[in-house]
C-alpha cells in the first residue's frame, strides 16, 4: 500500500510539474524508431508512404522528424499536457485504412528492433536564440547534438553553469544559436540535450571555431563550471528531415 501511494503522488507531481512548466517552457513527446544500418532505405520508404496516407485521411496530428548519426529516426511532436499521450491520432485512419493499416507497421517492424517513447522539455531560459526560438531554421537542418548527463544531486549545479554560459554567449553576441532540453517523463536518466544547427558539417565547424575566438580564453573557466557536474556526455550528428515531417492540413472555414 506505501509503494501505491508512493507511485501515485509520484504521478500526480510529474503531471503537476509538466503542466506548470508549460507557461515558460514547451514539452514535447518523442518517438523514437533505432532502425537497422542495412534497413534505412526501406525503412525512409515506408515512412514516406505512411505520410503519403496520413495526407490522405488528414491525420489530426503533426511531427518534424530527425535522424542521427546511429541510425536513430526521432518523431517530435509539441504537446501541452501528459493527457494529450493517450490521444488516438491514427485511430480514424486506421479504421479507414483497415488491413493496409497493420499491413504498413509490420513493414515497419521488419526494419527496426526496438523503438520507444518519452518526453523532453525545451529550457526557454537556457536556449540561446537572442532573435527568437524555433526548431527549424531554413537552410540549416544540419545538426549536432551534445546529451549532458547528470546525477540528480548535481541537476541544480548543472542548471546554473549552463545559465552562465548562455550569459557569455549573450554578453559576447555570439552567433552560434543553440537550444536546450532536458529530459522528462519516460527517460531513464536526467540529461540536457543542446542542439545547434548549421547548414552542413563544414558549416558548423566553421562557425565554432569563429565563435571560440569570439568567447577568447575566458571560455574555458565559464565550460568548466558547467562541465564539472557532468557525469558523461554523448555528441551525435543528425539532420533535419522535412520530407519526412507531417502536419495536419487545416480546413479552410468559408466566410
Same mark, same amino acid.
Given at each position: 500500500?506505501?509503494?501505491?501511494?508512493?507511485?501515485?503522488?509520484?504521478?500526480?507531481?510529474?503531471?503537476?510539474?509538466?503542466?506548470? %512548466?508549460?507557461?515558460?517552457?514547451?514539452?514535447?513527446?518523442?518517438?523514437?524508431?533505432?532502425?537497422?544500418?542495412?534497413?534505412?532505405?526501406?525503412?525512409?520508404?515506408?515512412?514516406?508512404?505512411?505520410?503519403?496516407?496520413?495526407?490522405?485521411?488528414?491525420?489530426? %496530428? *503533426?511531427?518534424?522528424?530527425?535522424?542521427?548519426? +546511429?541510425?536513430?529516426?526521432?518523431?517530435?511532436?509539441?504537446? +501541452?499536457?501528459?493527457?494529450?499521450?493517450?490521444?488516438?491520432?491514427?485511430?480514424?485512419?486506421?479504421?479507414?485504412?483497415?488491413? +493496409?493499416?497493420?499491413?504498413?507497421?509490420?513493414?515497419? =517492424?521488419?526494419?527496426?528492433? @526496438?523503438?520507444? =517513447?518519452?518526453?523532453?522539455?525545451?529550457?526557454?531560459?537556457?536556449?540561446?536564440?537572442?532573435?527568437?526560438?524555433?526548431? %527549424?531554421?531554413?537552410?540549416?537542418?544540419?545538426?549536432?547534438?551534445?546529451?549532458?548527463?547528470?546525477?540528480?544531486? /548535481?541537476?541544480?549545479?548543472? @542548471?546554473?553553469?549552463?545559465?552562465?554560459?548562455?550569459?557569455?554567449?549573450?554578453?559576447?553576441?555570439?552567433?552560434?544559436?543553440?537550444?536546450?532540453?532536458?529530459?522528462?517523463?519516460? /527517460?531513464?536518466?536526467?540529461?540536457?540535450?543542446?542542439?545547434? *544547427?548549421?547548414?552542413?558539417?563544414?558549416?558548423?565547424?566553421?562557425?565554432?571555431?569563429?565563435? =571560440?575566438?569570439?568567447?577568447?580564453?575566458?571560455?574555458?573557466?565559464?565550460?568548466?563550471?558547467?562541465?564539472?557536474?557532468?557525469?558523461?556526455?554523448?555528441?551525435? *550528428?543528425?539532420?533535419?528531415?522535412?520530407?519526412?515531417?507531417? *502536419?495536419?492540413?487545416?480546413?479552410?472555414?468559408?466566410?
Amino acid at each position: 500500500m506505501k509503494m501505491l501511494k508512493n507511485t501515485l503522488l509520484f504521478a500526480f507531481l510529474l503531471c503537476l510539474t509538466l503542466n506548470l %512548466t508549460q507557461a515558460q517552457n514547451q514539452a514535447y513527446s518523442i518517438h523514437v524508431d533505432y532502425v537497422k544500418p542495412y534497413k534505412a532505405a526501406e525503412y525512409e520508404k515506408i515512412s514516406k508512404e505512411f505520410i503519403a496516407a496520413c495526407k490522405e485521411y488528414n491525420a489530426p %496530428t *503533426s511531427w518534424i522528424t530527425s535522424t542521427v548519426s +546511429d541510425f536513430r529516426y526521432m518523431y517530435i511532436t509539441p504537446i +501541452d499536457k501528459m493527457a494529450d499521450l493517450d490521444e488516438r491520432p491514427f485511430a480514424n485512419m486506421a479504421k479507414q485504412m483497415g488491413d +493496409d493499416f497493420g499491413k504498413m507497421f509490420d513493414q515497419f =517492424d521488419e526494419c527496426y528492433d @526496438k523503438h520507444n =517513447d518519452y518526453v523532453v522539455i525545451m529550457d526557454k531560459n537556457l536556449t540561446y536564440m537572442p532573435e527568437g526560438i524555433s526548431q %527549424t531554421q531554413e537552410g540549416q537542418n544540419y545538426r549536432k547534438f551534445y546529451y549532458l548527463y547528470v546525477t540528480p544531486e /548535481n541537476r541544480g549545479k548543472l @542548471k546554473e553553469g549552463m545559465k552562465g554560459i548562455k550569459d557569455m554567449f549573450a554578453s559576447k553576441e555570439s552567433k552560434q544559436y543553440y537550444r536546450v532540453y532536458r529530459s522528462g517523463f519516460g /527517460n531513464l536518466e536526467n540529461y540536457y540535450l543542446v542542439a545547434i *544547427s548549421a547548414k552542413d558539417e563544414i558549416d558548423y565547424a566553421t562557425k565554432s571555431k569563429a565563435n =571560440d575566438e569570439l568567447l577568447g580564453e575566458e571560455r574555458h573557466e565559464v565550460f568548466a563550471k558547467a562541465i564539472n557536474y557532468v557525469s558523461r556526455m554523448e555528441e551525435f *550528428s543528425g539532420a533535419m528531415r522535412p520530407d519526412l515531417a507531417y *502536419s495536419q492540413k487545416q480546413k479552410v472555414t468559408k466566410k
